[in-house]
């Protein structure tokens, strides 16, 4: 429709033909109001599904975000454990270095006692030797005396080997 002043129908046109050319423009866009106005309301509910929906997402989302949170905390505090445990580890692993460097020493040090009681075992036995060998000479030399007629007191043999044994040099 022209707004234009000048603007004159065509002489043809009967006002019948005018009020039903006007009837139906009025029910085209009574029929475009309606689609209009029902998409409208399908925007509208639309809309508010979209609201609801979105307040739901919001829900999650913030559950979900205190669920994370919660998350990192218990990873957080996992990993001071481990951080702890890391430190008792190296501090354990500095122990057994150095309790393995005093069980060397103790095994060194066993070592040389070893040996000194193997010197002294030894020792030992070249003085159970000197002394078989003593009371033996002793019992020799009381049977030749007595053979020779020279009476020896009973005593002989056990005082001859209380005196000091002979020093053995290594």
């Given amino acids: 429709m022209s707004l234009d002043p000048n603007f004159a129908p065509p002489d043809d046109i009967t ?5 039903n050319t006007v009837f139906i423009a009025v029910g ?4 475009r109001v ?12 639309n809309y508010n599904e979209n609201e609801l929906l979105l307040a739901k997402v919001a829900d999650d989302l913030k559950s979900r975000t205190t669920a994370l949170a919660r998350a ?10 481990c951080t702890q445990h890391e430190k ?11 309790h393995q460097d005093e069980v060397a020493q103790a095994r060194q040090d066993l070592n040389d006692r070893m040996e ?5 075992q030894q020792t030992t036995e070249q003085y159970c030797g000197y002394w078989t060998t003593a009371e033996l000479r002793c019992t020799q030399l009381e049977a030749l005396l007595e053979g020779a007629g ?18 053995v040099y290594s």
């Fill in 34 to 45: 309606q689609y209009l106005q029902s998409i409208h309301n399908a925007t509208e509910i």
């Fill in 72 to 81: 990192n905390r218990a990873v957080t505090k996992f990993h001071g454990m």
């Fill in 150 to 167: 020279i009476t020896v007191p009973d005593d002989f043999v056990s005082r001859s080997l209380d005196a000091p044994l002979p020093r």
């Fill in 116 to 120: 000194e009681l193997s010197k002294a």
């Fill in 88 to 98: 008792r580890i190296a501090s354990l692993l500095n122990d057994l270095s150095s």
């Fill in 28 to 31: 085209h866009l009574q029929k």
């Fill in 15 to 19: 006002l019948d033909t005018m009020i």
